[in-house]
């Protein structure tokens, strides 16, 4: 994130406050960082997606809006809320799909690798990774926040910890047992 932190810090204080202006102020500064989570949520969406980065910028926005009155801590602060915002964008997008086909069964998603967990993504890993981060998070939320940021957001561990207002090494730790856990919970699911 390469974007200039108290300009955006001061800008999200002032739109929360009701600065009218402060979001059209916003918006060009924070263009390139929401892009770049998208692309690297549309990266792990089955090829014949629907959404395009656009699409789910455009949609990020839309459910951005209304949190106006939201007391943003910061640019982290702003951009986890964003990463998953596009992450429910994207299951409720899987899910409709699914729907259409029926309710097909829910496929097995790896997690062996920390690169490319979900090669050729389908819409039925998608849910079935969204079903077992929401278990996670009812026993650990903030594992399951340091998978959505990293592996989802495509934060750094450092902007990570600066989000989740923890160490770097927590961060680390947290990943990877959430990983195991997930792999785990996913497995199961098969």
């Known amino acids: 994130m390469d974007t200039d932190s108290p300009d955006i810090t001061g800008l999200l204080k002032a739109w929360s406050e009701g600065d009218v202006h402060a979001l059209s102020n916003l918006a060009p500064l924070i263009d390139a960082e929401l892009r770049r989570l998208a692309r690297n949520y549309l990266r792990r969406e089955p090829q014949e997606r629907i959404l395009q980065t656009t699409?789910?910028?455009?949609?990020?926005?839309?459910?951005?809006?209304?949190?106006?009155?939201?007391?943003?801590?910061?640019?982290?602060?702003?951009?986890?809320?964003?990463?998953?915002?596009?992450?429910?964008?994207?299951?409720?997008?899987?899910?409709?799909?699914?729907?259409?086909?029926?309710g097909g069964m829910v496929e097995h998603v790896?997690?062996?690798?920390?690169?490319?967990?979900?090669?050729?993504?389908?819409?039925?890993?998608?849910?079935a990774l969204n079903d077992a981060l929401e278990a996670l998070a009812r026993?650990?939320?903030?594992?399951?926040?340091?998978?959505?940021?990293?592996?989802?957001?495509?934060?750094?561990?450092?902007?990570?910890?600066?989000?989740?207002?923890?160490s770097p090494q927590t961060v680390m730790r947290d990943w990877k047992l959430a990983k195991s856990w997930?792999?785990?919970?996913?497995?199961?699911?098969?």
């Open 139 to 166: 026993l650990d939320a903030r594992k399951s926040k340091v998978i959505e940021l990293r592996y989802f957001g495509g934060l750094s561990v450092e902007e990570t910890a600066v989000a989740l207002q923890v």
């Open 55 to 102: 699409a789910l910028i455009n949609e990020a926005y839309l459910r951005l809006i209304p949190a106006r009155g939201l007391p943003w801590m910061d640019r982290e602060h702003f951009f986890a809320v964003s990463a998953q915002i596009m992450r429910r964008i994207l299951v409720d997008v899987a899910r409709a799909r699914q729907t259409e086909k029926r």
């Open 182 to 190: 997930l792999a785990r919970e996913l497995r199961a699911t098969t």
């Open 110 to 127: 790896s997690l062996e690798s920390d690169n490319g967990l979900f090669p050729g993504t389908t819409d039925g890993q998608i849910l």
